[in-house]
């Protein structure tokens, strides 16, 4: 048995990285005494019954939040608020409210104004996830070797800040922490704005009727292949990520057409150089990556083969 | 042993895609008698011979393609020209030369004013790959279930096409065929566009200094990460891809910046259900390709994990 970190957990909203906490939670039997969770849907209450998704499944916020000395909201940033009102009145004394939001300043603004004096809120992203969302799409081992960013509000309790990273490190995360602008900077290079790059052009092949849906599909190579992985993921979740970090998503979509602008000149004038060398230089960065541990070097682009290179 | 098809092929160009040709053709041992290898590189001849690519490694192309049945230019697209004249006076005659570049209208353009009378010039495409390139880079499940795209030229001999696609079929593809301007257009959508805006989007984040570039790799999410592993291809075959398929490229960038306009708008003014509407569209051209059989729904991002979800 791990050591215990919290007696009882709540998960608020049970999507993919809600029920990914629980099995990465399980693997760790000792480190929680009671998880329960709650989710605004019936469907998903029942699945998660169904599945053995939680210790227990409650059927209101307020039951699940009771007794909890860890609040984990996982809904989309766009609901952090209202869920927040919803629970404040049934929180524990003492007890850490966190997220799990792809944006920080936003749900910090939308979620710190409802809880109570003494309750200990610190936001939290874990830097995880696949295309898949629901309550059947978590696995034990979607957080390991993957940064969990803890954002701290001002006059945050170190102990309550050190549980939580206990916590999240038994889960098996990495975890930094780091500014809640900061935070959302980083997230819209290296998250939002690819993403909204991937679902603009996966809506691109959609809408050409020339190019045929069928033959769009079928001669589906390298590159866009990966961009229908991307662009298959949670739509409210990701409408609520550009309606909440516009800023950030906003600066860097600039940059972005900034600098295609000025590669669709070089191939438009066939300034081969240019080309050239701009794709040289983004060779080294893929290489950082894969040193980084972050990602494989094997060339299968997603795609299982029977045997190596 | 499978059915001779050829009694000798030459690879000119010993990169990616030659090496996985060669290790797909040993895996069918039968199918061709000899296999003679080509590389400009003296480098790459030597790693070719230290690693058994090709059963002979000639020093030259004029050697490597004496004698044989087919021939095939495996070099960046804007090499293909001077290739093809530096081969032409060697070449068998009946014999077949095709390629596997990944654009066709000006390969036709460029190699087949080269080509003798009697030589049978069919243009092809394998639509395969993965972001590393070089001799060592091959393996011979590269081509299983992908397609391959055959484009006949005018007044093609229909038996060697038929011999051709019986090739690519016994390295493990799928094969159709196509006009040379429907697929230049095909795929600036499905692989063009997107690996310029991948290069494009890494490019972005290496040159944003508050987002250090540590960061943007230690933090680097689902997203950004699959952006670096395509703007890690080979810098010289992307080059050519674009200078040489411009019109296309051109016309898809339009759309996807029009596009992509429209999306940064509805972020601007905060329209979450055009971003909604969008996103939930795109989702559907995913579970196509996973159901044409050239992807995996594995919940992993290309990130092997130990056990399922």
Redesign the interface.
């Given at each position: 048995m791990s050591e215990r970190i919290y007696d009882r957990v709540a998960l608020i909203g049970l999507g993919l990285i809600a029920s990914s906490m629980f099995w990465a939670i399980k693997r760790n039997a000792g480190i929680v005494g009671e998880v329960t969770g709650y989710a605004r849907s019936e469907a998903t209450r029942d699945t998660a019954r169904r599945i053995g998704l939680c210790d227990r499944v409650c059927d209101s916020a307020a039951e699940a939040v009771e007794g909890a000395d860890l609040v984990v909201l996982c809904v989309p940033v766009?609901a952090m608020g209202s869920v927040a009102a919803e629970i404040a009145p049934f929180l524990k004394p003492g007890c850490t409210v966190s997220d799990v939001g792809s944006v920080k300043r936003d749900v910090i603004q939308s979620v710190g104004p409802y809880l109570p004096e003494g309750v200990h809120f610190i936001p939290a992203h874990p830097?995880?996830?696949?295309?898949?969302s629901g309550p059947?799409?978590?696995?034990?081992?979607?957080f390991?070797n993957r940064?969990c960013?803890i954002v701290p509000v001002e006059n945050t309790d170190p102990a309550a800040v050190t549980n939580l990273r206990a916590f999240w490190e038994a889960l098996g995360a990495n975890v930094d922490e780091m500014d809640a602008d900061h935070h959302d900077?980083?997230?819209a290079?290296?998250?939002?704005?690819?993403?909204?790059?991937?679902?603009?052009?996966?809506?691109?092949?959609?809408?050409?009727r020339?190019?045929t849906?069928?033959?769009?599909?079928?001669?589906?190579?390298?590159?866009?292949?990966?961009?229908?992985?991307?662009?298959?993921?949670d739509?409210?979740m990701?409408?609520?990520v550009?309606?909440t970090n516009?800023d950030a998503?906003?600066e860097?979509?600039g940059?972005?057409?900034e600098?295609?602008f000025a590669?669709?000149r070089a191939?438009?004038t066939?300034d081969?150089e240019q080309?050239?060398d701009?794709?040289?230089?983004?060779?080294?960065?893929?290489?950082?990556?894969i040193e980084?541990g972050?990602?494989?070097?094997?060339?299968?682009?997603?795609?299982?083969?029977?045997?190596?290179?």
């Amino acid at each position: 048995m791990s050591e215990r970190i919290y007696d009882r957990v709540a998960l608020i909203g049970l999507g993919l990285i809600a029920s990914s906490m629980f099995w990465a939670i399980k693997r760790n039997a000792g480190i929680v005494g009671e998880v329960t969770g709650y989710a605004r849907s019936e469907a998903t209450r029942d699945t998660a019954r169904r599945i053995g998704l939680c210790d227990r499944v409650c059927d209101s916020a307020a039951e699940a939040v009771e007794g909890a000395d860890l609040v984990v909201l996982c809904v989309p940033v766009g609901a952090m608020g209202s869920v927040a009102a919803e629970i404040a009145p049934f929180l524990k004394p003492g007890c850490t409210v966190s997220d799990v939001g792809s944006v920080k300043r936003d749900v910090i603004q939308s979620v710190g104004p409802y809880l109570p004096e003494g309750v200990h809120f610190i936001p939290a992203h874990p830097l995880a996830g696949t295309e898949h969302s629901g309550p059947e799409s978590g696995f034990a081992e979607l957080f390991d070797n993957r940064w969990c960013l803890i954002v701290p509000v001002e006059n945050t309790d170190p102990a309550a800040v050190t549980n939580l990273r206990a916590f999240w490190e038994a889960l098996g995360a990495n975890v930094d922490e780091m500014d809640a602008d900061h935070h959302d900077l980083v997230l819209a290079v290296t998250s939002h704005t690819p993403h909204l790059i991937a679902y603009t052009m996966v809506g691109v092949a959609d809408d050409l009727r020339r190019v045929t849906d069928s033959e769009v599909i079928k001669y589906s190579a390298a590159g866009f292949r990966d961009f229908t992985r991307i662009a298959a993921s949670d739509p409210t979740m990701w409408r609520d990520v550009f309606l909440t970090n516009k800023d950030a998503t906003l600066e860097i979509l600039g940059r972005f057409t900034e600098e295609l602008f000025a590669l669709q000149r070089a191939i438009r004038t066939g300034d081969g150089e240019q080309l050239f060398d701009y794709f040289t230089r983004t060779r080294a960065i893929r290489r950082g990556i894969i040193e980084a541990g972050q990602d494989t070097a094997a060339p299968d682009f997603g795609r299982s083969h029977k045997s190596g290179s």
